[in-house]
T-cell receptor, first 112, second 116 residues
Framework: RKEVEQDPGPFNVPEGATVAFNCTYS??????FFWYRQDCRKEPKLLMS???SGNEDGRFTAQLNRASQYISLLIRDSKLSDSATYLC?????????????FGQGTTLQVKP | NAGVTQTPKFRVLKTGQSMTLLCAQD?????IYWYRQDPGMGLRLIHY???????AKGEVPDGYNVSRLKKQNFLLGLESAAPSQTSVYFC???????????????FGDGTRLSIL
C-alpha cells in the first residue's frame, strides 16, 4: 500500500465549477501536511499547508482529518489557470530529516 | 533571486556513461533533497543532506552517489548510467526553522535525463 494515496484523475470540470480532491495517508506518525501544485513539465510548488483546524486561501480550502488519516482540497469557482496536477504531501517527524512523502498527484483540467 | 538552480536542464547519456547533476541554492538552506519523478510513481527521494558535509540515503539510492562539500551545493552522481535511471530529477531545499517537518520544500526546475 502506498504511504500517500490519491485518485490520479483526470478530473475534467467546466470553468466556475467546484472540485474536491481527496488523499489518504497510512503513517499515523505523520506530522505535517501540504498541497503542492505541479504544472506540466514544471517543478512542484507549495500551494498551501494543511492545518488540523482547516484553512482557506482565497478559492482554496484544505481540510485534515487525523482520525481518518484523510486530507482534502476544495477548489471553488475553478479557473482555466487551475489546470495542473495537485500533489498531496505528508511529512513525518523522523530524526529531524524533513523528509516529505508525495502522493502521485491528481490531475485537474478546467475547460472553458 | 535564483532560489534553487539545477544544472544541466537536459541531458542524453549512453548506458555506462557517468555524469553529475548540480543543485545550487542561494537561500542559505540547511536541508537539501534529490528526487526522481517517473510517470505514475510520484516523487521519490534518492538522497538528502541535513547539513554541509552530511548525506543520507532516501527511498531509491541505488546507482547514485551524492556529495555536499559546500552548504550551497548538493551534487548527484551517476557512476554508470542505466536506462532505468531515465527520469526527471528535482532538487529541493528547506529551512531549519522551528520544527523541520513543518517546513515546505522549494524546488528547482528539474533536470530531464535520458539514458539510451
Amino acid at each position: 500500500r502506498k504511504e500517500v494515496e490519491q485518485d490520479p484523475g483526470p478530473f475534467n470540470v467546466p470553468e466556475g465549477a467546484t472540485v474536491a480532491f481527496n488523499c489518504t495517508y497510512s503513517n499515523s506518525a505523520s506530522q505535517s501536511f501540504f498541497w503542492y501544485r505541479q504544472d506540466c513539465r514544471k517543478e512542484p510548488k507549495l500551494l498551501m499547508s494543511v492545518y488540523s483546524s482547516g484553512n482557506e486561501d482565497g478559492r482554496f480550502t484544505a481540510q485534515l482529518n487525523r482520525a481518518s488519516q484523510y486530507i482534502s482540497l476544495l477548489i471553488r469557482d475553478s479557473k482555466l489557470s487551475d489546470s495542473a496536477t495537485y500533489l498531496c504531501v505528508v511529512s513525518i517527524s523522523e530524526s529531524n530529516t524533513g523528509k516529505l512523502i508525495f502522493g502521485q498527484g491528481t490531475t485537474l483540467q478546467v475547460k472553458p | 533571486n535564483a532560489g534553487v538552480t539545477q544544472t544541466p536542464k537536459f541531458r542524453v547519456l549512453k548506458t555506462g556513461q557517468s555524469m553529475t547533476l548540480l543543485c545550487a541554492q542561494d537561500m542559505n538552506h540547511e536541508y537539501i533533497y534529490w528526487y526522481r519523478q517517473d510517470p505514475g510513481m510520484g516523487l521519490r527521494l534518492i538522497h538528502y543532506s541535513v547539513g554541509e558535509g552530511t548525506t543520507a540515503k532516501g527511498e531509491v539510492p541505488d546507482g547514485y552517489n551524492v556529495s555536499r562539500l559546500k552548504k550551497q551545493n548538493f551534487l548527484l552522481g551517476l557512476e554508470s548510467a542505466a536506462p532505468s535511471q531515465t527520469s526527471v530529477y528535482f532538487c529541493a531545499s528547506s529551512y531549519l526553522r522551528g520544527r523541520i517537518f513543518d517546513q515546505p520544500q522549494h524546488f528547482g526546475d528539474g533536470t530531464r535525463l535520458s539514458i539510451l
